[in-house]
């Protein structure tokens, strides 16, 4: 098409337009800048409409940042790009121009009519990449004449709304950066303060606030010297000066040791810090990241409390801290140093002693007193299981594995995972699954009954036995393997017979347990019924004790008991304690067996025969009888 030339009777002279243009728009950024840009180059071409869009890729759609027709300004304008002029004005870096016609040239678009659009004219905008940011627009209800001067305004305005696009782009990207980094900043658990050359604090995040009590923006402008104490800022000091005389750009240190800060509530935490330096503006700035360790520290003081348990416990009371395990001898107070010393580790126990000593109660000590504490423990009888069953119980099985296995089923590893798992009776477990439980033990892993998938599992185990298991072994009945894998560190529970004046204690303590589950006044043990008791040998340990006490207060009669039919009799000395057959004792034995027993009860009742506390009725034999009998057997007192 012919160029026409000749200025357009609606166009102002080039120079007045383009001033009016500047001078409308120079002191405005921004949505104000766009909204002033097409109102004014509308109003200096003699245009009808006038509109700036950014391009909205994703939807292949413009979007009106500013749109000026006629005598006010469209709202919220926004149009798909196919099929209307703009869509070659985004493929082009040069002006497209339509000088007429511009309906029929685009049927499809379905603004056009009623824009009562005659003319069109567009320039891309774009980034220094050449990526499109949007478009310039312009539209007369007359044909547009391609007029050089209203051409070079129209390209000098269109370069100007892509500059403004592009600082409104990077004002954008700024402010999501900073948001980024304020998310970043504030969600930290560590406490993150900044301070200027002179230590006064020009900014901090949230974890700070929450740590020192103080409300934003109490930190700004106060000395970092109200927030360490006497001991703590000087460390800070000696840091921040050595890194001083460093020339790096950027440097940091670890302070050793814990520093004391002071919240503005008057209290106290520890915390480790760490202090960076860096420049900015030519002034040096320095980021104190500190952690609270409070928790830590409280758990640490709880483990050394653990650590000299014993020792306090020797020293004040005669009873241990661990719940249901009562005892001073030194055999249980040995046995509970162990349980200390292991706890807080995951080292693998291997508990021994004989049935009814409390291994149980010991392996709940130890976990307890662990790390693991707040995870479940979970406990196995192994003699407990038919052999086939056992198996099951432990690695769990999957649906189908074994007639009856209608659902899968977690094991008790698995149950137990991030916790302990207590194995009692471990000498009765099959031979056929020890190798499988060695796995567990030295990789983590196992396989459930029926599958292959291998499961891991991270679990502390405590096994307890009442068998040598060494003589297990030469016996081929326990794997040598697997003993040396459970017996890394062995705790012995001592028999109750060995523990002296624990049996007092453990029988009082369980006479008021069963006395306050029954309702009745509670029953007191007298010096006889104490002999009684330490001269019992217990061959059930402390379940045989807890269960004669139990009757104790089922017999009792106003808080008075007797032991007399209670107690098992105890089975003869066997051939003046000679491991032999059963055979039938001689008279001079039985003479022998019976001066030793009178000579224990005599020695026991300090040689008081008569008396609710003598040796008469210790034996259980009237006080004329027992002196018969010391006079005929010739026993005699030696001082």
Known sequence: MAADTQPSRKFSSGLIALKKIVEGTSDFTGEKFFRLLVKNLAESLGAHGVWVTEYLKDKNRLRALAFWLHDHYVEEYEYDIPGTPCEPVLESENICHVPEDVINLYPNDPDLPGLNAVSYMGLALRDESGQVLGHLALLDNEPMKELPEAFAIFKIFAARAAAEMRRMRYEKMLIENEAKLNRLVNGMQEVLIEINDELIITQANKAAEINFAVKKPGFTGRHINEFFDEEGFPKILHSITRMEKQPDFFSSAFIQGQVNCLTNDGKTFPAEVTISKYDYNKRNYHALFLRNVSERVKAQEEIKQLNTEAIILRERINTTHFEHIIGGSPEILNALQAVEQVAPTDTTVLIRGETGTGKELFALAIHKASNRRNKPMVALNCAALPSELVESELFGHVKGAFTGAATAREGRFMLADGGTIFLDEIGELPLQLQAKLLRVLQEGEFEPVGSSKIQKVNVRVVAATNRTLEKEIEKGKF????????????????????????????????????????????????????????????????RELQNIMERCIITSRDGKINLTGLMPVQEKQKNLEMNTDERILTEAEMQELERQNILKALNVTNWKISGDDGAAALLQIPPTTLSSRISKLNIKRVV
Do not use: T
Request: hydrophobic content about 45%.
């Open 479 to 542: 794997r040598e393997d697997l003993y040396y894998r459970l017996n890394v560190f062995p705790i012995d529970i001592p028999p109750l017979r060995e523990r002296g004046n624990d049996i007092i204690l453990l029988a009082e303590a369980f006479l008021e347990k069963f006395a306050k589950r029954s309702a009745v006044k509670p029953a007191v043990l007298n010096v006889v019924n104490k002999q009684q008791l330490l001269a019992y040998h217990w061959p059930g340990n402390v």
